[in-house]
């Protein structure tokens, strides 16, 4: 389960923003096509969080969706998966504009 990990990482990340104060909340960015699973982030949080700053926070995610863009017709529209075709016209090879993050949003602090 990478999602350990990257919990363990992400406490890292708040700890040195807090810059040594309490940390009471977590708002953290998840992107539908980041290959994260956020119940599992939220399963994670508590044991990771343990004897840290942000021990007792709260963890709010926010789901990205994920946003293609087509590099033939130039239409922006949802996607699921990376290797979807554009609605609009059927080419293949899109850019993918939104949902691929994994960012801390915010913190908040005592």
């Keep these: 389960m990478h999602e350990m990990s990257i919990t363990q990482s992400?406490?890292?990340i708040c700890e040195v923003?807090?810059?040594?104060?309490?940390?009471?909340e977590v708002v953290l960015l998840i992107g539908e096509l980041s290959g994260v699973v956020p119940e599992s982030v939220e399963f994670?949080?508590?044991?990771?969080s343990k004897g840290t700053l942000l021990e007792g926070a709260r963890?709010?995610?926010e789901l990205v969706l994920g946003v293609g863009s087509c590099p033939a017709c130039h239409g922006e529209f949802p996607i699921s998966t990376l290797f979807e075709p554009c609605p609009?016209?059927?080419?293949?090879g899109l850019s993918v504009v939104a949902g691929e993050e994994l960012r801390v949003k915010e913190l908040e602090l005592e």
């Design 10 to 12: 992400v406490v890292e």
């Design 17 to 24: 923003h807090a810059a040594g104060r309490k940390v009471t």
């Design 44 to 48: 994670c949080f508590e044991a990771c």
């Design 59 to 61: 963890l709010q995610l």
């Design 88 to 92: 609009g016209c059927g080419a293949f």
